[in-house]
């Protein structure tokens, strides 16, 4: 029997939609890309042009009404996600939310209200659960390879001492701005999927950059404090200046991970490459990682192979599914929620200088 097909809206056509959605989206049978949200388009850069036979719409007001939707997909800036969605699931919509789910935690909780009350999906798009690094780290922590980990690191470091010539959401300030809601949304969730939820966090937020004036804040260090003296540390910086980035280090009492570079996805994407195409999402040998094991009395290290990911797709597939009713929501919008938390935790934490509670 041929499976469901729901039609997808999608919300925003700037690199969040371009690269990390529609290619995700039109990969999938069950998934239709059926419409676009493009206030302004341009001779050179038109969703109608680039996807024939789509519906284009100029607002979201307008997507909504329209009743073939099932699924909206919110890729705007992080401060519009609140009210977008509201308006999404208020007409009758099932929602995908770009992260960070929404500026505060609050406006998330009134989100997961509203959606039970209306009995439609809500979702966040937390896509690098599904990295190719994070899950060769988290087969080796079930595996029992590492034994009981003690200490979790998790980076994403560069080295871009010069201040972004043009602004984004990203490199502003502003609700839900700066490193800790761009990446550290990222290495947050990736530590609790594997670790769980803390009982302290400690952060440290500010700004790398030397003459930085517009009070966006470039890099963030978040320790999250575990029973047992487990510790996890996550690290976005912008003046780490490596021939190779670390992306994890991870301690257990029988063996620990070491990886440099990034999961290649991303990069694939936004060169063109697609799901199904040859080596997708594979990463090459020479980044693979170390694993390092304790013997017999002795320390031996070896590359161990980044498995083969169920890559991005796996959000969508497992959307499907949920809008099938056949399984749950690829991520618990109350997971995103506690992220958010933990986020305005750690910047308190770093106004004030000290370690806190994680009150969630």
């Not at 206030?39 to 719409?57: L, M, N, Q």
């Not at 699931?89 to 406006?107: F, N, Q, R």
């Not at 990069?267 to 594979?282: E, N, R």
């Not at 919008?333 to 009150?359: D, F, M, V, Y």
């Amino acid at each position: 029997m041929a499976p469901n097909t729901f039609n997808v809206g999608v919300v925003g056509y700037g690199m969040s939609a371009k690269v990390f959605h529609i290619p995700l989206i039109t990969s999938l049978p069950e998934l239709k890309l059926y419409a676009i949200v493009q206030r302004h388009p341009k001779p050179e850069d038109d969703a109608e042009k680039d996807h024939p036979g789509i519906k284009s719409y100029r607002s979201t007001e307008e997507l909504v009404k329209d009743p073939a939707v099932d699924v909206v997909v919110i890729t705007t800036v992080p401060e519009t996600h609140y009210s977008l969605a509201s308006l999404a699931l208020e007409a009758g919509k099932h929602v995908v939310i770009e992260k960070p789910v929404t500026s505060t935690s609050e406006e998330a909780d009134k989100l997961i209200a509203l959606a039970k009350e209306k009995k439609l999906l809500l979702t966040v798009y937390q896509n690098r659960r599904w990295d190719a690094d994070f899950a060769t780290l988290t087969h080796l922590i079930k595996s029992g390879a590492l034994g009981r980990v003690v200490e979790f690191e998790s980076h994403f470091d560069r080295f871009r001492p010069e201040a972004p010539s043009t602004g984004s959401w990203k490199t502003q300030a502003g609700p839900a701005s700066g490193a800790i809601y761009d990446l550290g949304v990222h290495l947050l969730d990736q530590v609790v999927f594997a670790l769980g939820l803390p009982k302290k966090i400690t952060g440290f937020v500010g700004i790398q950059r030397q003459g930085e004036t517009g009070g966006f804040e470039d890099a963030c260090t978040v320790l999250l404090h575990y029973d047992g003296g487990v510790m996890a540390t996550v690290k976005a910086s912008v003046i780490s200046p490596e021939e190779k980035q670390l992306r994890f280090w991870v301690r257990g009492d029988k063996g620990s991970y070491k990886k440099y570079h990034m999961d290649v996805q991303e990069d694939q994407l936004k060169a063109g490459k697609k799901p199904g195409d040859s080596g997708f999402a594979l990463e090459p040998k020479e980044n693979y990682g170390v694993l390092t094991s304790a013997k017999d009395g002795k320390i031996v290290s070896e590359a161990y192979p980044t498995i083969d990911p169920p890559t991005y797709v796996e959000f969508y597939r497992q959307l499907a599914q949920a809008l099938s009713g056949q399984g749950d929501v690829p991520v618990k919008p109350e997971q995103s929620r506690n992220i958010i938390k933990l986020i305005e935790l750690a910047k308190e934490s770093s106004r004030e200088g000290q370690t806190l509670p994680a009150k969630l």
